[in-house]
């Protein structure tokens, strides 16, 4: 899953982690050039000190020790040093910040400056890009990971590449957790029965993962109904009928060209009466006009007002699915997305982005084409998995 995104995104730590090693042993080099000077420069004086003292008329009483000869060597240590920070600040390419990093490399640290990271930084936006990470949310992950690492000290113990892979777990965690919710504990909390809808176009698996959610319910200890409010399609009702039977759920659904509303309203109804807990409508992917479909859907919103509308798209659909999403929101709404397909997806652009446009959040993954295989998105763990090792 996502193996794609996870070799750039590995690029990029190792590439970022290189650059700011090369500049540091650079500043290093540096450092120690400009001490060797100073050195140099402080036996000279010394030199000088201790030729002058000898030569000096025997007036006064003071011995001229080696003692007394070192004494005035500490001070022209002193000006020798700042001579050759004062060379090395005309040096073309020494400039304050040299020195900066010059005095923190002494001290046992390296600041991140943004020179370094120009390079790996472009890569990583064509990275992000070219995994069909929608442009905005490439920025915002780019700003974060710059905001982070820039002036950044960090200690020699610390490897870059931990620094760098802070910075980007950060930074993906934040665009990805957007509007993240417990779905669980939301339907533990909500008053009995939940009725959630499920909007989406023709063959993302909308209806796959209706099926996946009543299993996944049922472990949890909730009771489910089906509704069919794809009444456009022909077909429908024997697809659904068919995960219905297979999972021992009841199904509401009337004749093809029903009204959609009226058949999950009945689910509603018999939810009521038979204590079932989750209601659970599928809703036409494609209706004669996407006007008639949004129109549909905001009947359904009026007459059953359900709890939760959730979004299904396909993973692997990208940037489509971004838009989609956009689209979907603006007409009805929706409380969050289910992202089918995960598994066969190795770009992982619409998984990072679709929570940051809509503001929305993802709150499952499929992950196969079993009944078992819909997965409680975490974007914790997903970003683990896409910097972890293996
Ligand atoms: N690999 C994989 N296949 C999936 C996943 N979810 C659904 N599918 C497959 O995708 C195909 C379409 O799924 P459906 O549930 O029929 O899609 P739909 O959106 O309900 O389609 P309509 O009912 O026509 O609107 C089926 O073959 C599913 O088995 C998934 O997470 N992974």
């Known amino acids: 899953m996502f193996d794609g995104l996870k070799d750039k995104l590995s690029s990029f730590r190792q590439d970022a982690a290189e650059e700011v090693e090369e500049k540091a042993e650079e500043v290093e080099e540096k450092a120690e050039e400009a001490e060797a000077d100073a050195e140099t420069d402080a036996e000279a004086a010394a030199d000088a000190a201790g030729a002058d003292a000898a030569e000096a008329p025997d007036e006064s009483t003071e ?15 002193g000006a020798a040093t700042d001579e050759a920070v004062a060379d090395d600040a005309d040096d073309e390419d020494a400039g304050p910040s040299r020195l900066k990093r010059a005095a923190a490399f002494a001290t046992g640290k390296v600041i991140i400056e943004e020179e370094d990271l120009d390079g790996p930084l472009q890569d990583l936006e064509l990275a992000l890009l070219s995994s069909d990470v929608e442009m905005s949310v490439a920025d915002r992950i780019l700003d974060t990971v710059r ?15 931990q620094l760098v892979t802070e910075a980007l777990h950060d930074a993906l965690v934040e665009v990805i957790s957007v509007g993240q919710f417990d779905f669980e504990q939301r339907i533990a909390e909500a008053d009995k029965p939940v009725t959630i809808v499920f ?10 993962s209706i099926a996946k959610l009543s299993r996944w319910l049922e472990e949890r200890g909730y009771s489910t109904v089906l509704a069919n409010g794809d009444t456009y399609r022909a077909g429908a009702n024997e697809q659904i009928r068919e995960h219905a039977e297979a999972l021992d759920k009841r199904l509401i659904a009337h004749e093809q060209g029903g009204d959609p509303a009226a058949v999950i309203y009945d689910g509603v109804e018999y939810a009521e009466a038979n204590d079932i807990d989750v209601v659970l409508g599928d809703t036409a992917g494609r209706l004669h006009t996407s006007n008639d479909l949004m129109a549909q859907l905001e009947k359904i919103d009026r007459v059953v007002d359900p709890d939760m509308t959730l979004f299904v798209d396909e993973a692997v659909a ?13 007409a009805a709404a929706i409380d969050g997305s289910v992202l089918t397909k995960a598994d066969a997806d190795s770009s992982g652009g619409a998984a990072i982005s679709i929570a940051y446009v809509t503001g929305k959040p993802i709150l499952f993954l499929g992950v196969g084409q079993g009944y078992d295989d819909l997965a409680l998105f975490d974007p914790e763990e997903l970003v683990d998995a896409l910097l972890g090792e293996e």
């Not at 023709?202 to 209806?207: H, M």
Request: charged letters at 30%.
């Open 63 to 77: 011995p001229t020790t080696s003692e007394a000869a070192t004494a005035p060597t500490a001070e022209s240590e």
């Open 147 to 161: 905001e982070k690492m820039i002036g950044e000290t960090r200690a020699q113990v610390q490897t870059t590449d």
């Open 199 to 208: 909007t989406g176009v023709n063959g993302v698996g909308k209806t796959t």
């Open 318 to 330: 990208g940037q489509d699915a971004v838009r989609r999403a956009q689209e979907f929101d603006d």
